[in-house]
């Protein structure tokens, strides 16, 4: 591999995380490609990437064109609307899978999933040893997309699956994720846990993987699990908004309830910029 080609990047599905990841690369001197499915979004890729490319990632020919020469692949989807999970995901990865024999060049590919994929634990403390137990059927959607890829791990090609918490940062501060919830009633107690990770801390643990080459499955949320009514509690107290009422008397039908470790990473060497999703 050449050094050109080793400075060569893709990010497949640049939307609110791809487009903070692009920025980062191209700051660090990476030569960035960047996809989307919508043709009117090239010109703001334009700005971010050095090859702005519209493209499904389930069509071998197109996403095979794009990965010639490049070195490493953040695969991060996001499915432009409901139902369409298999598509967006799992397709891709099947996709991919099938291509990679003939792109030797590539030596990494980072995934970004979600915690949803353990299921509901009841509150307990897990981390990545815990067996998976979707119950929702995107979940079990994600979790299969995330097999594939491992899959195709092999000793020249690291496969790095992050396990994201809930997505807070510019522009989804949580009390806007959640404003319709101010003064409303909510079903269940509040005393379910949640996680999150900032979209600072996403790109940091992102570059960490691409320069260490970093392989296997890590989680990626913040310190300090919350319950929702605390969350929410802080939330609408910085904007002086009502808060919420809760009704045990209706089931909050939640299908992942967890405190998810991220100690792997920071065993691995990653310093997280937030313990706990800042509210101002």
């Given at each position: 591999?050449?050094?050109q080609t080793s400075h060569a990047v893709t990010i497949l599905g640049c939307g609110y995380v791809g487009k903070a990841v692009a920025c980062q690369w191209r700051s660090a001197g990476l030569t960035v490609t960047a996809t989307t499915t919508t043709p009117d979004r090239?010109?703001?890729?334009?700005?971010l990437c050095d090859r702005p490319l519209c493209l499904r990632a389930n069509d071998p020919t197109a996403l095979k064109a794009a990965l010639v020469g490049q070195s490493?692949?953040?695969?991060?989807?996001?499915?432009?609307?409901s139902g369409i999970y298999r598509e967006t995901y799992l397709e891709s990865a099947q996709t991919l899978a099938a291509v990679l024999p003939t792109l030797p060049d590539l030596r990494q590919v980072i995934y970004t999933g979600s915690y949803s994929v353990y299921g509901d634990y009841g509150g307990k403390w897990i981390d990545e040893t815990a067996p998976t137990n979707p119950s929702a059927e995107n979940s079990q959607i994600l979790l299969e997309t995330e097999q594939y890829l491992q899959s195709v791990a092999r000793p020249d090609l690291a496969v790095c699956i992050f396990r994201l918490g809930g997505i807070c940062g510019p522009g989804r501060e949580i009390a806007d994720i959640f404003r319709s919830a101010s003064g409303g009633t909510r079903p269940g107690t509040g005393q379910d846990w949640s996680n999150w990770i900032h979209l600072d801390d996403i790109v940091g643990?992102?570059?960490?993987?691409r320069d260490r080459s970093l392989d296997g499955l890590y989680n990626?949320?913040?310190?300090?699990?919350?319950?929702?009514?605390?969350l929410l509690d802080q939330a609408f107290q910085v904007r002086g908004w009502a808060g919420v009422t809760w009704n045990p008397n209706e089931s909050a039908?939640?299908?992942?309830?967890?405190?998810?470790?991220n100690q792997k990473l920071r065993d691995a060497g990653y310093q997280f910029r937030y313990d706990s999703p800042p509210f101002n």
């Open positions: 591999m050449d050094d090239l010109a703001e890729l334009a700005d490493v692949l953040l695969v991060s989807l996001a499915p432009r609307r643990a992102i570059d960490f993987a990626l949320v913040h310190d300090r699990p919350m319950m929702q009514k605390e039908n939640r299908s992942f309830n967890a405190r998810v470790s």
